[in-house]
């Protein structure tokens, strides 16, 4: 006898189920990608995802199997959390940055923030907890964890949630879950518990009217506390006016949201007072923060004038303000592509720079009347660069806001029917941030790429940090050179010592699609533009270099192969993590914890 066909009731009631699972688990997914988000200028991206995925997991075990909670608590306290998530996340991982240590401090706060959320959510739609229901929640736990842990790299898709601040995914989700809690009791019938007896008359029969109306009642009272009270206690996004730190000798000029390094700030480390004394001796100069990694800076007030030549100039920012040089040298020895001779003769006219930052080599370059070319992926690096750093303002058609790996193959293709119009003499490639390179800005086919664009006697200058002994090194310099023709390292630190290779440093490689070696020409006055770190950077270009011999005589030619970077195979993302912690650490040592903690 065939069967009877299921009750439509049933059929309904499932499809609510599983529409239900759906949302939370999207739901989830957005809550981890606002989650990772926050963490950002606070840890970095590669801390922050370094044992994400395997914490994801542990929180949905523990949601799986976990004892019941009945659903009306559960709603509850996952709502709570998640308008606590703007304040929670931003000061616990405050406390436990203040521990040192780029590994377990985030681990540590994704244990107190992020467990709880997911695991209450993995509960809420997670069958019973009785014998017949387990190899279902078997079944259900690697659905739930690759489904958030997936997702939650898609939302970057949405231009709503893209642009939308991480504090407002929180209260808005939390309010959601909070209403969707006072409403529960409205509904055609009691909310069923999370176990797998229903419960009895007598329990279901306490939810009075009285107790219904004073859950609808607190919506309106919820709904404030998160637009207010609950508000994340970062700056305002940008700050109305300029900040002044309370306790410490710091203002904030600018800070902005960014889709791509979580916040954009520019900075100012005055000079202590009585009330305010500092962390060490470092003050009087303005930086530029792209998330967690400083991308540039400038020496202002006293400091400003030390680095000034006599009749030298300083540049003036946008509000007439003097700044001096640059916080970091590497900054200026890319500017050494200057001095590399063409073995035709003649000055080197123009140029492309990718990765903006401050602006110093662009200024520079612009400054030794070079036509220079943009190409910046972070409009917010940009205008900060324009407004406090005293960029000069370029041609609009020279200005390119995108990521340079669509840009230099559009490039390409375009000038392939026009011979040599429009090549470039030097292209400066400084696109490292938060402790780590973009993998595809450095694959070979980038780098032909790039290549095509050059001069056959241009200059590239590649910027990266790390240590040469390191996979990630070998990898950026072997690439590099399956590419082109020569190519000479130098380290941002003067006579850096032996073992040099073992140590985290700058380094800028210069390299030629030229048959002819590099070599530089001696500077002059006029390459240093009245400053005194110009002239110790470039004058002394000598004591910088480091012989790359070390860097292929360590590999076998055997695996050689290995190391060439591929769009099809990459693992620069995964060799580079050691460098992203250090780096991290390296950081924390340059600025005190409150600079890294203000934005």
């Given at each position: 006898?065939p069967a009877?066909?299921?009750a ?16 939370i688990l999207?739901?989830?997914s957005l ?11 606070l840890?970095?991206?590669v801390?922050?995802d370094l044992h994400?995925?395997?914490?994801a997991?542990a929180?949905?075990i ?6 019941a ?9 996952a709502?709570?959390?998640l308008?606590l998530m703007?304040?929670t996340?931003y000061?616990v ?6 521990m040192?240590?780029?590994t377990l ?6 244990m107190?923030?992020v467990?709880?959320?997911?695991a209450l959510?993995v509960a809420i739609q997670t069958p ?7 190899p279902?929640q078997?079944?259900t736990?690697?659905i739930?964890?690759?489904?958030v842990?997936t ?8 231009p709503?949630v893209k642009?939308?601040p991480?504090t407002?995914?929180?209260l808005?989700t939390?309010?959601l879950?909070?209403v ?8 055609s ?5 999370l176990?797998s007896t229903?419960?009895s008359?007598?329990?279901?029969a306490?939810e ?10 607190l919506?309106p009272i919820?709904?404030f506390l998160?637009?207010?009270i ?9 700050p109305?006016e300029?900040y ?7 203002r ?8 791509h ?14 009330d ?6 470092l003050?009087?100069?303005r930086?530029l923060r792209?998330?967690?990694s400083l ?15 006599p009749g030298g100039e300083l ?8 700044l ?11 500017e050494?592509?200057?001095l ?5 003769g ?9 990765g903006?930052?401050?602006g110093?080599?662009?200024?520079a ?10 190409v ?5 690096i940009?205008?900060?660069?324009r407004?406090f750093?005293a ?7 020279k ?15 375009a ?5 040599e119009?429009?090549?470039f ?9 938060g ?6 800005l450095f694959?070979q086919?980038?780098?032909?790429d ?6 056959s006697?241009g ?6 940090a ?7 090194s070998?990898a950026?310099i ?9 190519c000479?390292?130098?380290?941002d630190?003067?006579?850096p010592g032996?073992?040099v ?6 380094w800028?490689?210069?390299c ?7 070599k530089?020409r001696d500077?002059v ?8 770190q ?7 270009l ?5 012989d790359?011999?070390y ?5 076998t030619?055997a695996?050689?192969?290995q190391?060439i ?6 693992p ?7 460098e992203a912690l250090d780096?991290?650490?390296i ?5 005190p ?5 203000t934005?």
């Amino acid at each position: 006898m065939p069967a009877a066909p299921p009750a439509k009731s049933s059929v309904l009631a499932n499809v609510v189920a599983k529409t239900i699972s759906v949302t939370i688990l999207l739901g989830l997914s957005l809550v981890v990608f606002a989650y990772r988000r926050s963490l950002t200028p606070l840890y970095g991206p590669v801390p922050t995802d370094l044992h994400l995925n395997k914490i994801a997991w542990a929180a949905c075990i523990v949601g799986s199997f976990a004892p019941a909670i009945p659903i009306g608590s559960a709603t509850l306290i996952a709502g709570i959390l998640l308008c606590l998530m703007p304040n929670t996340a931003y000061w616990v991982a405050v406390y436990t940055g203040r521990m040192g240590d780029a590994t377990l401090g985030p681990v540590a706060t994704h244990m107190l923030v992020v467990v709880p959320v997911i695991a209450l959510g993995v509960a809420i739609q997670t069958p019973g907890q009785d014998d017949t229901a387990a190899p279902q929640q078997l079944i259900t736990l690697p659905i739930a964890q690759t489904t958030v842990m997936t997702l939650q790299d898609l939302w970057p898709a949405v231009p709503f949630v893209k642009e939308l601040p991480d504090t407002q995914i929180f209260l808005q989700t939390g309010a959601l879950v909070l209403v969707i809690w006072a409403v529960m009791p409205l509904l055609s019938s009691p909310a069923p518990a999370l176990q797998s007896t229903p419960p009895s008359p007598p329990q279901m029969a306490q939810e009075s009217s009285q107790t219904n109306f004073a859950r609808l009642i607190l919506i309106p009272i919820l709904l404030f506390l998160t637009s207010t009270i609950l508000q994340s206690p970062t700056l305002p996004q940008p700050p109305l006016e300029p900040y002044i730190h309370p306790t410490y000798p710091l203002r904030i000029l600018s800070s902005v949201r960014s889709p791509h390094s979580g916040v954009v700030v520019v900075g100012e480390a005055l000079p202590p007072s009585e009330d305010k004394p500092i962390q060490g001796d470092l003050h009087s100069l303005r930086y530029l923060r792209a998330g967690h990694s400083l991308v540039g800076g400038a020496w202002i007030g006293d400091m400003a004038e030390l680095g000034r030549e006599p009749g030298g100039e300083l540049a003036h920012d946008e509000a007439g303000e003097p700044l001096g040089n640059s916080i970091y040298d590497a900054f200026v020895l890319q500017e050494a592509a200057r001095l590399v001779e063409k073995p035709g003769g003649g000055e080197r006219k123009n140029a492309l720079v990718i990765g903006l930052g401050a602006g110093t080599a662009v200024s520079a370059l612009m400054r030794h009347n070079v036509s220079t070319t943009i190409v910046e992926i972070d409009g917010n690096i940009y205008d900060a660069a324009r407004q406090f750093f005293a960029l000069p303002e370029p041609n609009i058609e020279k200005v390119v806001i995108r990521d340079a790996r669509a840009w230099t193959r559009e490039r390409r293709r375009a000038l392939e029917q026009t011979a040599e119009a429009g090549l470039f003499d030097i292209v400066v490639h400084d696109v490292f941030s938060g402790g780590g390179l973009p993998p595809h800005l450095f694959t070979q086919q980038f780098w032909n790429d790039t290549k095509a664009l050059m001069q056959s006697d241009g200059v590239l200058a590649v910027n990266f940090a790390g240590r040469l002994n390191s996979d990630s090194s070998r990898a950026i310099i072997l690439t590099l050179e399956s590419v082109f023709k020569s190519c000479r390292a130098f380290c941002d630190v003067a006579d850096p010592g032996g073992n040099v290779q073992d140590v985290y440093h700058n380094w800028v490689l210069f390299c030629t699609p030229s048959t002819e070696p590099l070599k530089f020409r001696d500077s002059v006055d006029a390459d240093y533009l009245g400053s005194t770190q110009r002239r110790r950077v470039l004058a002394h270009l000598s004591e910088r270099e480091f012989d790359v011999d070390y860097v292929r005589n360590s590999i076998t030619d055997a695996r050689k192969e290995q190391y060439i970077l591929m769009d099809a195979k990459n693992p620069l993302d995964k060799w580079q993590q050691k460098e992203a912690l250090d780096h991290w650490g390296i950081m924390r040592q340059v600025l005190p914890d409150v600079f890294w903690e203000t934005y």
